[in-house]
């Protein structure tokens, strides 16, 4: 797949949705935790019901690698398995990578994701645009020929995330020159979308930042993260998108995978909880934005 189909599933669905299936295993309903015989296997179980669920609805899944690893073995187990399961769902499929510190290991990630013995196959990868070019250029191949899809992090939608990212560096932010830097990339890898196969994942919070940036980087499709955070709503999500809907993707995890804790539930009505989550997003989001 590639950043194309991503937005020819959105335009399908007129949901321009993505459910994160990154949650901690306190978030899963008890009845799962008890008739499953350990927490990876009622992770993994949670994930691929969440995903038959919204199956039609939401178009598009973030799974988090480091979430399934640290339930040890049989969570990298489940993980294949959630993956599988999304895939033969029709999901186009993001991962959000280990963090990477050095250029072998960004080779070694890039291939356990997208060679050809993948271990973890998925659409697209999500990585950090602070390590440097160098951590970043191994996955170009796989881009370039493979039509996978890169979203180095940009702005974060957490707390603290200012600090350092709304820095200034000469007249630019922090965030602002990591965007220049990851806009350089996608200059030989650009769909029929117009959109670029090395794009970003930004802050759902950020709503200058997603305006200013939007404006400046027709090519780049924004993965809006963290609609579950604090003063992350759809109105600001609306700054991502171009003047026909198009061009990003919003993701949320809690907000609908744990919409039965919000809901004061005991956990057994949580696909009904997920879905009705799901459909409210949706709609939240499409008041601000028309995708034609």
């Known amino acids: 797949m590639s950043i194309d189909v991503l937005q020819d599933k959105i335009r399908k669905t007129k949901n321009p ?6 949650l901690c295993v306190s978030d899963l309903p008890p009845h799962l935790l008890a008739e499953e015989e350990n927490s990876a296997k009622a992770y993994g179980r949670f994930c691929r019901e969440i995903l038959e669920k919204l199956k039609g609805t939401v178009p598009a899944v973030r799974v988090g690698f480091t979430a399934f690893a640290v339930l040890g073995p049989e969570g ?44 973890y196959p998925c659409d697209g990868l999500i990585v950090s645009a602070y390590a440097g070019s160098d951590m970043i250029k191994p996955f170009l191949p796989y881009v370039t020929d493979g039509k996978k899809d890169l979203f180095p992090v940009v702005r974060t939608s957490n707390k603290s995330a200012p600090d350092i990212q709304d820095l200034l560096a000469g007249t630019r932010l922090v965030h602002a020159a990591a965007a220049d830097q990851i806009n350089r990339f996608g200059g030989d890898c650009t769909g029929k979308s117009g959109y670029a196969r090395v794009s970003v994942v930004v802050g759902a919070n950020a709503a200058e930042s997603l305006r200013s940036l939007r404006a400046k980087y027709p090519r780049l499709f924004f993965l809006v993260d963290d609609m579950d955070y604090s003063g992350c709503n759809a109105k600001n999500c609306s ?21 039965w804790k919000t809901a004061e539930t005991e956990g057994m009505d949580y696909l009904e909880q997920t879905l009705g989550a799901a459909e409210r997003m949706k709609k939240n989001l499409t008041r601000y934005t028309t995708i034609l």
């Open 76 to 119: 990298l187990q489940e993980l294949k398995a959630v993956l599988k399961a999304a895939r033969s769902l029709g999901y186009y499929i993001a991962v959000e990578a280990p963090y990477i510190l050095s250029p072998m290991m960004a080779k070694a990630v890039a291939n356990a994701f997208w060679g050809i013995d993948a271990q």
């Open 239 to 259: 700054h991502a998108f171009d003047k026909f809907g198009h061009g990003a993707v919003v993701c949320a995890g809690p907000t609908l995978t744990a919409a």
């Open 17 to 22: 949705s993505m459910v994160d299936l990154a």
